[in-house]
């Protein structure tokens, strides 16, 4: 059953987004930060794609089905709950529909951003997905009643990442599997190349491709604030994970982290 649909769920204001400077230095409100980083992603959003495949020589496009196939084991049960949060505009989405039998129960795409949430509903509205509007720290989503949830490049942006843990938790159901995909700082030779291209080429050619600056200087800075990966286990087994693990892709430019809601 296909069920293309766009839900706007009715929640606090959106919280979920990390800091990003005020632009005379002042401090601002968690609430002024995630409205800032939403309104930086629904400008960005008809580009968004072009710009990361570009700027990542299509890498990512690896690091998607490669985290997809990781879950193989519970994307082939056609009566799990799949839950893809911070979904962007829908190709880790579309990584796991890809492992979906058919008849099965539709994959809920969730992201805060209305502009990347609209282009993602359109690249799935001819698969099995519901799209649904709403902030990942304050999820439509009941109780112990998913059995995994994703999140590729998009758990970094959260204010909190306890609250965004401990929100995963409650959704999932005992036993349910977690995979968080996102960037990490290498280190080494490897390392000091990728900040180099990471603060000083990226920006500058993102502005090239869209104009715009701030999103490519956001992003080098909000992987800078995320923790290192021995710190993510550490907060991710204190909100009550078991099983906790990092995989790192392509030199641990980007890596998967894995656990179960025991």
Known sequence: MTIPATTRAKTSPASGAEPIDSADGQCVSPSEQAEAVQAMFNTIAPRYDLLNHVLSANVDRVWWRRTARAFTHILQNPDATILDMCCGTGDMTLALLRHRP????PVLALDFAHAMLVRGAQKFSSHNAIAIEADALHMPICDN???LITSAFGFRNLANYEAGL???HRVLRPGGELGILDFSEPTG???KLY????RQILPRLGKLLSGSTAPYAYLPQSVHRFPAPLQMLARMRACGFSQASWTPYTFGIAGLYRAVKA
Not at 195 to 198: D, L, S, V
């Open 166 to 168: 401990v929100e995963m």
């Open 145 to 147: 009643s998913v059995d």
């Open 189 to 191: 030779l490897i390392g």
């Open 102 to 105: 058919a008849n099965s129960k």
């Open 195 to 198: 900040r180099f291209y990471f």
